[in-house]
């Protein structure tokens, strides 16, 4: 039986293979592989049944059925098959097939996890770093993502350096990320080698580095990681690591976005509002902003936000703008929050004085955050007096903050009033 069960397997993959070979021609095979499979599989071979779980899954040499695909997943999965467990877990945590059962998922995946199928360990770790089919434990993430890593699951090392870059559920430590990071990226992981050019991007645990981060952004690019194409994209944009050239950024932005890259479309929408890259649209700029927005960009939802306000991108009500602005802040985004703070500080009106002090309130929580945006406003609030009494030592003090990380209306603001140069 297992000999049977191996020539089919060979079967499949001469038939793959044959497949992938122009023109694509009608297997006359496939009809016989699969009625011999659906006779092994009916009489009770786990690994028929999981093999035409996997058939029936991908739509290969049968038509497409989720449905079935899961119920002979489900077979082989009851009689303990880790790989089938697996299959059945991850249908059932995005609806293939049947409903979507999260509790169900986590169940199939801890009992293929316990097996030590370093695939499944990878899901269930990731159900508990996102709280998703399981309650959010980064303990037991980090258990299964060691796990997993360990047998060389190159997502789960990616994971687990993202764990240590991020201090979740470990302390912080950089040095451990970029392990991690170089094991995954080693195998070609995608995410992997763009983490790695974060690092030196952002200078975490080594000396910022444009030009290293520009190489391994290519490197990921090149993996297919559309992400990387924007990060290229702004390098051209502003020189960093290579020279200026606006019309090669243009392209990586538009190569990124229509990928359906939300980092991508945010860059793009902020080119076409900026009118840097590119001639200024703000309908163009509305409408990818909003395609990234939808996805959950902060960035994007921050830029939407004001361009509605500003009326630029039509007629768009109060709800609707204070609505991306929301969600911006909600993720923590310092400059949505000063954003909010100088529109309630526009709003205030002798009848309305109340809203100065909450409108300060946000301003110095963004600036106590070191946003430079955040820093720049609340000094001009005390330089002006606006909400707060006028004070030149604490508008110094907050301009220099702000100048010091290159904010230039900062700069221009303490030249033109202080007459200091910084």
Known sequence: ???????????????????????????????????????????????????LGQLYQ?????????????????????????????EQGWMNQYGKGVPVNLERAAELYRAAAEQ????????????????????????????????SAAAHDSRAQNTLGYMYDSGYGVQQDYTEARRWYMLSAATGNSTALFNVGIMHEEGKGMPQDY???????????????????????????????????????????????????????????AAYEDGVVVKKD?????????????????????????????????????EEYTKYLRQSIEQ???????????LMLNAVTPDHMHLAENAVAMLRRSAEKGNAVGQM??????????GVPNDSQLAQQWLRRAAAQGNTDAKGFLKKIYDIDQ
Request: aromatic share 10%.
């Open 1 to 51: 039986m297992k000999h049977l069960i191996a020539i089919l397997s060979i079967s499949l993959c001469f038939m793959t293979n044959a497949a992938e070979r122009p023109p694509a021609a009608a297997d006359p095979f496939a009809p016989v592989v699969v009625r011999d499979l659906t006779a092994l599989a009916e009489q009770g071979n786990v690994e028929a049944q999981l093999q």
């Open 58 to 86: 991908a739509g290969k040499r049968v038509k497409q059925d989720s449905l079935l695909a899961y119920q002979w997943f489900a077979k082989a999965a009851a009689a303990n098959n880790a790989e089938a467990q697996l």
């Open 116 to 147: 030590g199928n370093a695939s499944a360990q990878f899901h269930l770790a990731q159900c508990y770093v996102k709280g998703t089919c399981a309650k959010q434990d980064y303990q037991q993430a980090l258990e299964w993502l060691r796990r």
């Open 211 to 269: 030009r290293q981060a520009h190489i391994w952004f290519e490197r990921a690019a090149q993996a297919d990681d559309d992400t990387a194409l924007a990060w290229l994209g702004k390098h051209f944009e502003l020189g960093q690591g290579v020279d200026i050239d606006k019309a090669k950024a243009f392209s990586l932005y538009m190569q990124a976005a229509q990928a359906d890259d939300a980092y991508g479309q945010m860059r793009l929408g």
């Open 282 to 318: 703000y309908t163009a700029a509305a409408k990818w902003l909003r395609l990234a927005a939808d996805q959950g960009n902060d960035e994007a939802q921050r830029r939407l936000a004001m361009l509605y306000q500003s009326g630029n991108a039509g007629d768009v009500t109060a």
């Open 332 to 342: 923590g985004n310092q400059t949505a929050v000063a954003d909010w703070g100088l």
């Open 377 to 386: 406003r609340l000094g001009r609030a005390y330089s002006l007096g606006l």
